[in-house]
């Protein structure tokens, strides 16, 4: 296996680009996630590294060596694909058998490489059904054993589990990440899905509209998200615009149009003067509800309180906020402090949070 | 062993050479260009060039040919027999076309609206007769409209006519025989049409109170009208440009183009007027084509209005 | 259909003017048929004495048995170049759009409409001016045109149904633009392949109006020489020839419909 990198690479379709100047690296035995909305260019990156199309501008580069123009049966990539794209017409063997076949590998090790994946996979004793006779788990697990038999330099996966239901995605999702890291393959996962995302990857890549926005670990993309596409995308937040009226070392304080000051003291990473323009936020658990009149000192914001859910060991509230927009709060259900009171549909509250936890966006 | 090794070098060429030219856009132009090639040659061009022999000059004294000249247009046009083989032609299309689209459509809305075993019986009985050559089908007939023939036999029989039928080496046969012929071919594109209408809009049509033949008028009739078209269209053009048939069944009492065609070439060998005769046919079935295609335009667009 | 009880006269209706049409569409075959089997000289119907006899005359007929070899190995060769044109016209037109693409595909599948003596009569001249003289040859590339609309439209229902993703993976897997075709692609349109060479073996095997133009007395096709036969003599052994060819026909399709499947009849 090797490591990938994207440098600086765009791809056009006429007028329309699908990709714009887009670095990216992915180190050797890693996994990491393309996550998006659809059409944002994930898929595009992930045809792009494994030959099927080749960039505008930039180049594709596996280890030290460039990629561009190589096709795609030169390159060594496995991949596996939303809709499964077994061969109808090959056994399960003959399938997992195919890249073997195309390298002139003899008959005897194909025999013994392909029964050691069906293993690995736990389908040997489907090895002559075809596909039309195996469930999708079945076939999707045909299709990782497929590309991974081969010993590729990059396993891409694009958007595997989205034809599965529900819980076979969560042990897929399993399954695949043991395997991943017992054979150390470096990977790239395409999805939509953040909760996928965030169960799977050593580091994530989000993607917006041909670029990307940010690229961390999935503690670094939730906890301190860099624009406001990741704040949205991962993770739940209670935002605010405002209009800065202090920016310093120490922090930042901002005016929202209702009157309330929210401060921030992460210090400011894009330099920001008062008058601009940006978005505070707040991941909703680490705020805390107080009854309308138990003004907190810090950033408070009245509201009123129109939904809970309570699930066992957490209850996450949904409050109507000054402006109408949803805020959300995430409690903990464990014994002292806050989750001793309960608030009900209705009640006026304020949402509170420490400075500490509070995010600065500019436009 | 050896053999395989020999061929790695110019295969792993060509494989080259194949997966540089399929990454372009424009590979699949090279596809098409062998078989593009094939049918300019042997089908277009030759074509053409008996377009080019129509405005030749032929004496058939002399056998000799000569230059450009509309002559051989000219000749047919004003000669009241050969616009009368032209007119015999037209006539017996038409009522071909029109007996099989009578005949064949409740075939067609019943094949269309039957599925299962049922539908692949019909469907293969229907199409069987298309797999016998067009010369055993007419001779079937000529055999069956003979007047000691069967056909002739029964209607005796129970009393219908007194004599033997004439039917032989009459319009009438000709006519009979490539209803027959090309009945399927009006039946399999209706059918088509006809199964790609909603079944539940006659329901609807129904339950607002139409019977069934205010349903056909006002449902099935008018969304059928794609599928009638494209059997008529067919079928038009197979009946003018048929040549068996004619042959067969006319005795050489009367002529239409296609007999006519082969008359000039094979026994009278004037290739020139024969040629121009059959650039009339074909100006005739472009004709039919072009007609049927601006109705059918014309219906989409009115449908597009109408929506 | 409803199932009202006016419904289901009417349905009985529709399925009894069917079998009339049926019997319409079978009769002269059937007639045909039955009177290869009949005594009398007369070809009467129905038949009074049944007889193998006009069967055995028939194979004395002189050429008849080597204007079959010679239909069939036409056929077979023309069936076969028009699958292969048809093929590579059909995976070059599918799955994309480019300008022109109605108007090639319309030249392509012209010969449908295009009046077949016109195509044998413009052959005739086109050969005679080359002063191309190989009979057999001249027939094979005739009869391809006429075929070629059969296999390509079978070629193209074929891969309107096709997962193209298959190809990616095969590419991907190691297999350049040649075996990606050859081990993923043709076998799964094989059925489209294969029915269409059977519709075009079909129509090759039946064709008279090409042949007529560019036949010679040593490659009389078996259509021709029916004809022929047929206008000569009153002869009943004309009827058992036709009940052979019928017979032939039938079991070629039916065949043919086991292997691959009745469903690809109606994309005639």
Known sequence: MTSITLRKVSKSYGAFKALNNVDLSVARGELLSLLGPSGCGKTTMLRLIAGLLDPTEGQVVFGDAVMNGIPPHKRNVGLVFQNYSLFPHMTVFQNVAFGLRMRGIDAKTIKSDVMQMLEMVRLSDQADRYPSQLSGGQQQRVGLARALVIKPAVLLLDEPFGALDKKLRDSMQLELRQLQQALMVTSIFVTHDQEEALTISDRIAVVSDGRVEQIDTPQKLYEAPSTRFVLHFVGASNALEGTVTRSDSSGVAVQTPHGLTIRSSVRPQVGLSPGDGVLVACRPEKAWLTPADEVYAGNCVPGTVKGEVYLGSVTHYFIDGPDGQEMRVYQLNAPGGRAERVFHVGERVNVAWGDENTLVFSR | ?307 | MNTSSGGRVRAIMLWLYALLVVIFLLTPLVVVVSMSFSVPMTMAFPPTGLTLNWYAKALTVTGLGESFLRSIELAVLSAFISAVLGTIAAVGMANRNFPGKALVTSFFLSPLVFPSIVVGVALLQFFRTLRFDHVFAALVLGHVIVTIPYTIRTVTASLEVFDYTLLDAAKVLGADELRTFWEVMLPIIKPGVFSGGVFAFLVSFDNYTVSMFLADAKNITLPIRIYNYSEASIDPSITAVAAMMILVSIAIFAISARLVGVRDLSKL
């Open chain 2, 1 to 307: 062993m050896s053999a395989t090794r020999r061929f790695r070098r110019p295969y792993a060429v060509l494989s080259d050479t194949f997966s540089r030219l399929g990454r372009r856009s424009w590979a699949f132009i090279l596809l098409l260009i062998v078989p593009l090639t094939y049918l300019v040659l042997l089908y277009a061009v030759p074509v053409l060039l008996l377009i080019g022999r129509s405005v030749l000059s032929y004496d058939v004294a002399t056998q000799v040919t000569g230059g450009f000249t509309l002559e051989n247009y000219v000749r047919f046009l004003r000669d009241p027999d050969y616009l009368r083989v032209l007119a015999t032609t037209l006539r017996i299309g038409v009522i071909v076309t029109i007996l099989d689209l009578v005949i064949g459509y409740p075939v067609a809305y019943l094949l269309a609206r039957t599925s299962g075993l049922r539908k692949q019986v019909l469907t293969a009985i229907i199409v069987s007769p298309i797999l016998v050559s067009i010369v055993i089908r007419t001779f079937s007939w000529a055999i069956v409209l003979r007047g000691s023939g069967p056909l002739s036999q029964l209607l005796m029989a129970i009393g219908l006519i007194q004599h033997p039928l004439r039917l032989l080496y009459t319009e009438t046969a000709v006519i009979i025989a490539l209803t027959h012929v090309y009945l399927p071919f009006m039946i399999i594109p209706l059918s088509t049409v006809i199964e790609s209408i909603d079944p539940t809009l006659e329901l609807a049509a129904s339950s607002l109170g139409a019977n069934a033949i205010r349903r056909f008028y006002e449902v099935i009739l008018p969304l059928s009208l794609p599928g009638i078209t494209a059997g008529c269209m067919l079928v038009l053009t197979m009946a003018v440009s048929g040549y068996v048939t004619p042959a067969m069944l006319s005795g050489n009492r009367f002529l239409v183009m296609p007999t006519l065609v082969a008359q000039q070439m094979q026994v009278l060998i004037n290739w020139s007027f024969g040629s121009a005769i059959a650039v009339v046919l074909i100006v005739v079935v472009l004709a039919i084509v072009g007609l049927f295609s601006a109705m059918t335009d014309s219906a989409a667009k009115y449908r597009r209005r109408v929506a």
